[in-house]
Structure formats: structure tokens, C-alpha cells
């Protein structure tokens, strides 16, 4: 089955900086990638995705790039503010799998003012 | 448009006892998966039913299992209670594959 590893775990920014989340997955087959934000007591909510026919995706402050050849995928959030202080995780599917989600470890981000 | 519904929202059970979640999903969504989540583990997957029949299964023990109705209303029941069952689970529904997954608030089961 499809495995998915997020990278780092936590990640902490000053506000106005860049942050970068990494993740790989294993099924090449896999062919949507989308990216959740969850913050504390809340559900997780979709915050961009791609799908395996694009490369880079971008929707204001944040963007989405995926390598298929190396079977992996970023997200770029930019000139980060206190309230994108969250989880985020990423996740793969492929039609193989139906409508099976796979997601990622996790990431802490915090960003300081 | 209503979104995913799960109740109850909270539950505190005793080793032992078995319990029922219910989600309802978004109007017209007919896959519903299910997931675990716990502070060390993420996001877990449970299980995904679609029209009725279970599509795919995650790597769960045997007490746990779902069922979906013909009002693509799901409901998930975890017999046996251990405390390491203790977390948040999370329904989500979808309108197609490979589109947005919808997440409920979520049921936080406590077993003590």
C-alpha cells in the first residue's frame, strides 16, 4: 500500500519568513495530492491540492510542487502570520486505491510574531 | 449545503464495552472514510465505504468495523474497548475520487 512521510515534525518561523514542508510517498500510482491545515480543536480543512498531470500549484501565500519522478511533494507557505500557526498534513491517493487518502506524520508549524 | 455531522461528540466508555460513532455526510457525497487520530499516531485509516460496500481497510484490528446505509450515512463500532483506543475519529466524505475530503468535527472517545 501506499506509504507517506512528512517532513520535519515541527517547524518553527519568525512571522514575514518562508516555511517548507516535504513529503515523499511510495505508490507511483498515486495521482492527488492535497494538503490539510488543522489547527488546535479543529478539524482538519483542505488547503490546496495538486493532481499528478501538474507541477506547481499556487493559490495566494501558498504552493504546492510535485516532483513525480522523485515521488515527492512540498508545500511553500510564504511571508508566514501567527494565524498559520497549525498542523498541516499532507496526503496521496491514486486510483488504485479507490478513494483511500494516505496521509503524512504531520507538521507543527509555529510561527513567532 | 450542511456539512459532515458526527455525533456524538464526545464519549467516555470502560474497558470492555463496545461503542457506535455515527457520521452523516455532505448531501450527495457517497464515500465516507473513517480515521484515527491520536497525538503520536496523525491520521490513521480506518476504513471507506462507497454505496454501501467497504472499498478499502486499513491495518485495524477486527473489533473495529463500519457500515454504511443507503443514505450514505456511515456508522463505525469498536467492540472490545482498550484504552489505547482512546482518540479523536474523524469521518470525511468525498463527491468523487480524488477530490476534496470533507472532515466531521470529529467523536473523542475516552476509555478508562
Known amino acids: 500500500g501506499e506509504n507517506v512521510e512528512q517532513h520535519p515534525s515541527t517547524l518553527s518561523v519568525q512571522e514575514g519568513d518562508s516555511a517548507v514542508i516535504k513529503c515523499t510517498y511510495s505508490d507511483s500510482a498515486s495521482n492527488y495530492f492535497p494538503w490539510y491545515k488543522q489547527e488546535l480543536g479543529k478539524r482538519p480543512q483542505l488547503i490546496i491540492d495538486i493532481r499528478s498531470n501538474v507541477g506547481e500549484k499556487k493559490d495566494q501565500r501558498i504552493a504546492v510542487t510535485l516532483n513525480k519522478t522523485a515521488k515527492h511533494f512540498s508545500l511553500h507557505i510564504t511571508e508566514t502570520q501567527p494565524e498559520d500557526s497549525a498542523v498541516y498534513f499532507c496526503a496521496a491517493s491514486g486510483s488504485n486505491a479507490g478513494n483511500m487518502l494516505t496521509f503524512g506524520g504531520g507538521t507543527r508549524l509555529m510561527v513567532k510574531p | 449545503k450542511a456539512g459532515v455531522t458526527q455525533t456524538p461528540r464526545y464519549l467516555i466508555k470502560t474497558r470492555g464495552q463496545q461503542v457506535t460513532l455515527s457520521c452523516s455526510p455532505i448531501s450527495g457525497h457517497r464515500s465516507v472514510s473513517w480515521y484515527q487520530q491520536t497525538p503520536g499516531q496523525g491520521l490513521q485509516f480506518l476504513f471507506e465505504?462507497?454505496?454501501?460496500?467497504?472499498?478499502n481497510k486499513g491495518n485495524f484490528p477486527g473489533r473495529f468495523s463500519g457500515r454504511q446505509f443507503s443514505n450514505s450515512r456511515s456508522e463505525m463500532n469498536v467492540s472490545t474497548l482498550e484504552l489505547g483506543d482512546s482518540a479523536l475519529y474523524l469521518c470525511a466524505s468525498r463527491a468523487h475520487t480524488n477530490t476534496e475530503a470533507f472532515f466531521g468535527q470529529g467523536t473523542r472517545l475516552t476509555v478508562v
Open positions: 465505504y462507497f454505496s454501501e460496500t467497504q472499498r
